[in-house]
C-alpha cells in the first residue's frame, strides 16, 4: 500500500490515495498502521477518494479502527494534498472536500507551487447542553459545554491543563453515561485572555493527540457563549496554534493552520490483520 505522512500541528495521519490505491477493510488497516511501534505510526488513517459532489472525499478511521465524523487538521492536509499532487488544477485556490459532516470549503495559501496554510470552512456549530452542565467523572463534579461541529465534544474549563494526566482520566470522560453510545472528544481548555486559549484534547478512538481541529473550533465557539473570547481566537494546542474566526453574520467558523507532508512510502499489510 502506498502511503504518505502528513501532520497539522502534531496530528498525523497515514494518507492514502484512492484516486490510484484500493485499501481493504480500512478500519484494519488504521488499527494496523497507527501502531507506533509495529506500523507506521499515526493518529489514524485517512483515504482520499474520489466524489461525486466535491473535488474529493475524505474518509477518516481512528487509531482503534473506528470511522470517524470529521478531522479538521486532516480535512486541511487533505487539502494540501489534493493541490500539490494535482488532483485541483493549479490555479485553483478555493476546493472542496467531502466529509462525513458535509463538504467542507478549503481557502489555499499557497508558496512555491505548494499549499502551506490552509483556512476551512467548519460551518455552524450546535450548542448539545445546558450552558454550562454539570457532570460527575469518577467522583469529581465539573461543568461543560456539550458543542457539535459535525462531530460531538465536551469542552471543560480548568485553571491550568500542563498537570493533567489524560493517560488515566481521559477514557472515564469519552466512555461516561452521558454520551453514549457514540462516546464523545473531551477538550480541557484553559482560558488565557479574550484573544487566546490554550487546549489539551482526548479524542474518542485515537486517545491524547497533540492537536484537534474540530476540538479548537468547538472550544472556541463554547468560550463565546461562555462569554470567554471574542470572536478571533488563538488556540495553542500541543503540536502548535489555529486561528479560529467566528463571522457573525453567517454563524459559520473558520479555522486556519499548516499542513505538512512528512514523507511517503510503501508498507505490506500482514494479511493476518483481517483474520483477528
Not at 98 to 109: A, H, Q, Y
Request: hydrophobic share 35%.
Amino acid at each position: 500500500m502506498n502511503f504518505t505522512k502528513m501532520q497539522g500541528i502534531g496530528n498525523d495521519y497515514v494518507y492514502v490515495d484512492c484516486f490510484k490505491e484500493k485499501v481493504e477493510e480500512p478500519g484494519k488497516a488504521a488499527r494496523f498502521v497507527s501502531d507506533r511501534h509495529f506500523g507506521i505510526g499515526s493518529d489514524g488513517l485517512i483515504l482520499i477518494c474520489p466524489s461525486d459532489v466535491a473535488d474529493c472525499r475524505m474518509e477518516m478511521y481512528n487509531a482503534d479502527g473506528s470511522q470517524g465524523i470529521m478531522c479538521g487538521n486532516g480535512v486541511r492536509c487533505v487539502g494540501k494534498y489534493a493541490y500539490d499532487h494535482g488532483l485541483v488544477p493549479a490555479d485553483r485556490r478555493q476546493i472542496t472536500v467531502e466529509t462525513l459532516g458535509g463538504i467542507k470549503n478549503l481557502d489555499l495559501d499557497i508558496l512555491d507551487g505548494r499549499a502551506v496554510s490552509i483556512t476551512v470552512d467548519m460551518g455552524e456549530a450546535f450548542l448539545t447542553s445546558e450552558l454550562p452542565e454539570d457532570i460527575t467523572v469518577d467522583g469529581t463534579d465539573y461543568r461543560f459545554v456539550g458543542i457539535d461541529v459535525g462531530n460531538p465534544h465536551a469542552v471543560y474549563y480548568m485553571e491550568e491543563i500542563d498537570s493533567l494526566d489524560l493517560e488515566k482520566i481521559g477514557p472515564a470522560f469519552e466512555l461516561h453515561e452521558r454520551f453514549q453510545p457514540h462516546r464523545v472528544n473531551t477538550e480541557f481548555i484553559q482560558v488565557v485572555d479574550r484573544g487566546h486559549l490554550r487546549m489539551r484534547v482526548w479524542e474518542r478512538g485515537s486517545g491524547e493527540t497533540w492537536a484537534c481541529g474540530t476540538g479548537a473550533t468547538a472550544s472556541v465557539m463554547a468560550s463565546i457563549l461562555m462569554g470567554y473570547v471574542d470572536d478571533q481566537v488563538q488556540v495553542s494546542l500541543r503540536g502548535g496554534s489555529l486561528q479560529i474566526r467566528l463571522d457573525r453574520g453567517t454563524g459559520h467558523l473558520f479555522m486556519t493552520g499548516p499542513a505538512v507532508e512528512v514523507f511517503s512510502g510503501s508498507i505490506d499489510i500482514p494479511r493476518e490483520i483481517y483474520y483477528d
